[in-house]
């Protein structure tokens, strides 16, 4: 794998217009898993390729589970109400064959809101109810946090996670000539691609700054969607490839997604 520098992947913020929206996303944590790349055979259509690398000599394939609560969801053009809702995202590393960009495959989206009536219905997303509740203690000091535990009561994808942090402790991406390689890959996806519910390929774009993460540790891991696809078992989830997390940040979507011809 070759090494890849964050600046070569920023630009300036595209203007948002429409219904684009803007959010904070508060406990913000990549959990990430390696494992074989056979797992995921047949999850999305031969456009993509799995961005893999290699880890004591195995080829390994990252898919990470992404929960945080969206604070301040609103509009980013106009006046309009804020919302807060518990959300967790599925993702898998994938490229873009025909662009050749990175950028990740969405098994789907837990969502703790009456607001998931509009993805749902209106873009068919692959989005799912779920009881988001996160107990965290972040101290504001020694940037860490004393507590990190989120549930999700949801009949598609049950979870629970609870996470640990040392002060100072280096950040460790195995696999990457480098952690900027790493940081790059895991942190810096802006495009997204999924089944919609209609089985249409979908895609939507983001935009965000550098995001500040630091690293943490599992105490206990249960992801209901991973066990039950087979692609992360009970056993494997409680020993991470790695746990990135930010205290808050903020995001920029662009709507609507669109459907793929």
């Not at 600046?7 to 494992?35: E, M, W």
């Not at 504001?140 to 598609?156: A, P």
Request: charged share 20%; glycine share 6%; with cysteine.
């Amino acid at each position: 794998m070759e090494s890849l520098k964050l600046k070569n992947f920023f630009h300036p913020r595209p203007s948002p217009k429409g219904i684009d929206v803007l959010c904070k996303l508060q406990h913000f944590a990549i959990i990430t898993y390696a494992v074989n790349p056979s797992r995921f055979d047949g999850l999305f259509p031969d456009r993509f390729k799995l961005d893999t690398l290699v880890i004591n000599g195995e080829e390994k394939a990252l898919i990470s589970v992404v929960p945080f609560i969206d604070v301040d969801f609103t509009s980013a053009v106009f006046p309009f109400p804020k919302f807060t809702m518990g959300q967790t995202n599925y993702r898998i590393y994938i490229v873009d064959n025909e662009t050749n960009e990175r950028c990740v495959w969405f098994l789907g989206t837990t969502l703790d809101s009456w607001t998931l009536a509009v993805p749902r219905l209106f873009w068919n997303l692959p989005w799912y109810s779920g009881e988001v509740k996160f107990d965290c203690e972040y101290d504001e000091t020694q940037q860490i946090y004393r507590k990190y535990k989120m549930t999700t009561e949801s009949t598609w994808a049950p979870a629970s996670i609870e996470l640990s942090q040392v002060k100072g402790a280096p950040i460790e991406l195995v696999g990457f000539p480098d952690n900027e390689t790493g940081l790059v890959y895991l942190t810096h996806p802006l495009a997204g691609f999924y089944h919609r519910r209609d089985g249409k390929l979908g895609t939507y774009r983001v935009w965000h700054k550098q995001l500040e993460v630091s690293t943490a540790n599992i105490k206990s891991a249960n992801f209901g969607l991973l066990s039950r696809l087979g692609l992360v078992t009970p056993e494997e989830q409680q020993v991470a490839h790695s746990v990135l997390i930010e205290p808050i940040n903020e995001f920029t979507i662009y709507l609507p997604p669109k459907v793929v011809k």
